[in-house]
């Protein structure tokens, strides 16, 4: 059982990162795209928010509306949409149907996604639920740090119909390996849309919602900008800031890791631990940005840090709902998209307005109003 239950998360590891590559990875080659298609780069680059939106809209109405389907149904569709989409992009010359074949898959992430966190959590014993949740959240930090460059590579070094075809390749596997290794999972204790929905109500999960937000918000209100803080801050290198980008995604996974038995061990301590170590990392190195060997040592931490609060951001929102676990994982994968948005647009602000190290001092607002959320919500439970 134990085996099966392994292989079953990695399965689930590997389909969250077909499908977050799917997403994240088509960053790196816009200027490709506005060249093949004949576009802007800045048309180009609704691919990106096209799909982004998709997803903040989706993200608490298809778990929700799926939500009494049988799991590995649900999960199948959903890769099967992925895939035609991806064949679709490989042979298509039109950039209108290239946005279709992006938006449509973008509303069906949240299911995939949302229920790839239940079943993992489900395949084992309840003491190793987040430990298996924070696994599949490796294959969520891999999408965000390999994609984007394996794509370019592939993009430079081949064309743009082979790195969509490097998406549809992985889609494809993981879509048979769930055809014939992930078992059927109905929904044996069927909960009406009505009682998911009022969960909504409850002050706890209003909490947990702005605190995912405000702690999504640090984190990508700095790390949206933080090639251009290690370039034009702490005068690194382009070929450096490469090095220490890939460095803060691979700390992102070991943060990851560390958050499956932190969590499963002592939650509550974790939870209101390590915003407080990542609002004296962000603390310490706006302040200390300039000292390159530092800054590079931050960099690892504050990577850690970011691995931790993305499981913290799942285990906040899915403990105020434990009856409803799919609308729970919905309303997390469109809170933490609301925090980005909102953290890259107000540091980007402070960017323009000041320089690139008040990027940190936006983080650091943000880590503060979700701190204070937390300790209303310990209250109020």
Do not use: W
């Not at 691919?47 to 199948?76: C, D, E």
């Not at 949409?81 to 069906?108: D, E, G, K, Q, Y």
């Amino acid at each position: 059982m134990k085996n099966k239950s392994s292989f079953l998360i990695l399965i689930l590891t590997i389909g969250v990162f077909g499908i977050i590559n799917t997403e994240m990875g088509i960053i790196g080659i816009l200027p490709l795209i506005a060249k093949v298609f004949n576009v802007s780069v800045s048309t180009a680059g609704f691919l990106v928010s096209g799909f982004a939106l998709g997803v903040a809209i989706a993200g608490p109405t298809m778990p929700l509306l799926f939500s009494n389907v049988n799991r590995k149904t649900a999960m199948m569709l959903s890769l099967g949409i992925f895939c035609i989409s991806n064949v679709v992009s490989i042979f298509t010359h039109s950039f209108t149907i290239l946005m279709i074949a992006r938006i449509i898959p973008a509303f069906f992430q949240p299911v995939y996604v949302s229920m790839a966190f239940t079943m993992a959590a489900q395949a084992v014993e309840e003491a190793h639920a987040q430990q298996a949740v924070a696994k599949v959240f490796v294959g969520v930090s891999a999408g965000m740090v390999l994609g984007v460059p394996v794509t370019s590579f592939i993009a430079n070094n081949f064309s743009f119909a082979a790195a969509m075809s490097f998406f549809a390749v992985i889609n494809i596997l993981v879509f048979l390996f769930t055809i014939f290794v992930v078992p059927s999972m109905p929904v044996i204790e069927t909960t009406s849309y009505g009682s998911q929905l009022s969960v909504l109500k409850s002050p706890v999960m209003i909490l947990a919602i702005a605190s995912v937000i405000g702690l999504n918000a640090a984190v990508f209100g700095f790390y949206s900008y933080m090639s251009d803080f290690l370039s034009s801050v702490s005068q690194f290198s382009t070929n450096i800031v490469s090095t220490l980008l890939l460095v803060y995604g691979v700390a992102n996974i070991v943060g990851n890791i560390i958050a499956g038995n932190t969590l499963s061990i002592k939650p509550v301590k974790t939870v209101m631990v390590v915003p407080v170590i990542t609002f004296i990392s962000y603390l310490v190195l706006f302040f200390t940005g300039r000292i390159s060997i530092l800054a590079a040592v931050l960099i690892f931490i504050v990577g850690v840090l970011a691995g931790l609060i993305a499981n913290i951001n799942q285990y906040l929102i899915n403990s105020a709902a434990p009856k409803a676990p799919d609308f729970a994982n919905g309303l997390f994968l469109t809170s933490t998209n609301l925090g980005t948005t909102i953290g890259t647009a107000v540091c980007g602000a402070l960017l323009n307005t000041f320089n690139t190290s008040f990027t940190l001092l936006g983080s650091l607002v943000f880590i503060v109003l979700s701190y204070v959320m937390l300790l209303i919500q310990r209250k109020v439970a």
